[in-house]
């Protein structure tokens, strides 16, 4: 029996991943890594507004502890990017007022409806973040060894916002009455903030 010809170390070898493509008018590393940290953090001052919303409606509830528990998360992810903004010196989104108003009608008007639609809420919003956070992730890959330590951050909060969308359906969140149309609109508005969050 002859024996099967060895592949070559070229065979052998997997093929690089492909580079992101640059078009013209594409920020550099340092704005790239400039608009992160803009975006995250009003995210993570949305996310505290809209459980704050929740917790005044539910504080006092025995969902009130599971939305305390996430909301005391997304206070020390708010406190991680407070000061990355001031160490790098990165200007915040200029609808932080905006999103101080929205945030806590959206967690108060959800909480309102139910705890199970408080929970929607949640897995709308993680659902996107949990994809925000990946394409930062997948960006952040390609700049070496200088941005590893947001590379960190990014990650271990990405973990948390996961953990909070696995929470929400544990709790119910989709037997809330209109849960497919209830978590589009959530999800439609919460992109549509990550896009004015980086650039405005």
Partial sequence: MSEATPKSDHESDPKPAPRARVWPGDPDSREAVARMIRVDHAGEYGAKRIYAGQLAVLGKSAAGAIVKKMADQ???????????????????????????????????????????AAMACTVAVEEVIDEHYGRQLAALDGMGAREAALKETVAEFRADEVEHKEIGLAEGAEATPGYPVLVGAIKAASKLAIWISTRV
């Fill in 74 to 116: 997304e206070e020390r992810h708010l406190a991680a990017f407070d000061k990355l903004i001031v160490e790098r010196r990165v200007r915040p989104t200029a609808m932080h007022p905006i999103w101080h108003v929205a945030g806590f009608a959206l967690g108060a008007a959800t909480a309102l409806l139910g705890p199970r």
